[in-house]
C-alpha cells in the first residue's frame, strides 16, 4: 500500500519509483488521496526486475494527489 502522504502543500510533486521482483506478479495498492483521474491507475509492468516511475503533484483545492504520469517498464 502507498499510504497518502501527510502534510502536502499545494503544488507539491511527489515521485515513486517501484521495481518488480523475479516474481513479476506485485502490484500497487494506492491510498485514496491519490486521483488517477478517468483513466485510472495504469497497470504495472510484470517482467522481473522493471521499474516503473509514477509521478504526482498536489491540489490542496482538491486536497489530492494528482497524477502527472508515468514511465512503465525500465
Known amino acids: 500500500l502507498v499510504s497518502n502522504p501527510t502534510n502536502a502543500v499545494d503544488g507539491a510533486a ?3 519509483e517501484f521495481t518488480q521482483d523475479s516474481s513479476g506478479t506485485n502490484l500497487n495498492t494506492w491510498g485514496t488521496n491519490f486521483d488517477f483521474g478517468a483513466a485510472g491507475v ?3 509492468s510484470t ?10 503533484r498536489y491540489s490542496s483545492r482538491m486536497t489530492k494527489w494528482l497524477y502527472q504520469g ?3 517498464g525500465y
Open 47 to 56: 517482467a522481473a526486475g522493471n521499474v516503473d516511475l509514477y509521478s504526482f
Open 42 to 44: 495504469p497497470s504495472p
Open 70 to 72: 508515468s514511465g512503465l
Open 14 to 16: 511527489i515521485e515513486y
